[in-house]
């Protein structure tokens, strides 16, 4: 049984750290593209960033370059999302997501529809 489960949110200051870890088991990383989705009140969840392990390596949302590293540790199953100089737009819901390793331009994708396995989410609160 596929299972995802997130941890390290919280309540950050702006330009603060926080980092996420996204727990995996029932499946092997290295078949799968991973992602990091967030979800905002009263907006559409959207992809933060994904990882292919093994793999041509990550893909970023714009807002995100150069303040999020997404990384992955396969003898643990785990994978991360630090996130650095954090800003009050990005507070949501994050959820890790594992779906089949689904490329464009050899990069993994940060579509909501190429994801089938979802965590439960932890939420991220950026506020002063």
């Known amino acids: 049984q596929l299972q995802l489960v997130e941890s390290g949110g919280g309540l950050v200051q702006p330009g603060g750290s926080l980092r996420l870890s996204c727990a995996t088991s029932g499946f092997t990383l290295d078949y799968y593209s991973i992602a990091w989705f967030r979800q905002a009140p009263g907006k559409e969840r959207e992809g933060v960033s994904c990882?292919?392990?093994?793999?041509?390596?990550?893909n970023y949302l714009d807002s995100v370059k150069g303040r999020f590293t997404m990384s992955s540790d396969n003898a643990n199953n785990t994978v991360y999302l630090q996130m650095n100089s954090l800003r009050p737009e990005d507070t949501g819901v994050y959820y890790c997501?594992?779906?089949?390793?689904?490329?464009?331009?050899?990069?993994?994708?940060?579509?909501?529809?190429?994801?089938?396995?979802w965590g439960q989410g932890t939420q991220v609160t950026v506020s002063s």
């Open positions: 990882i292919l392990t093994g793999g041509p390596g990550t």
């Open positions: 997501a594992a779906g089949p390793r689904v490329t464009l331009f050899r990069l993994c994708m940060l579509r909501k529809d190429k994801y089938n396995y």
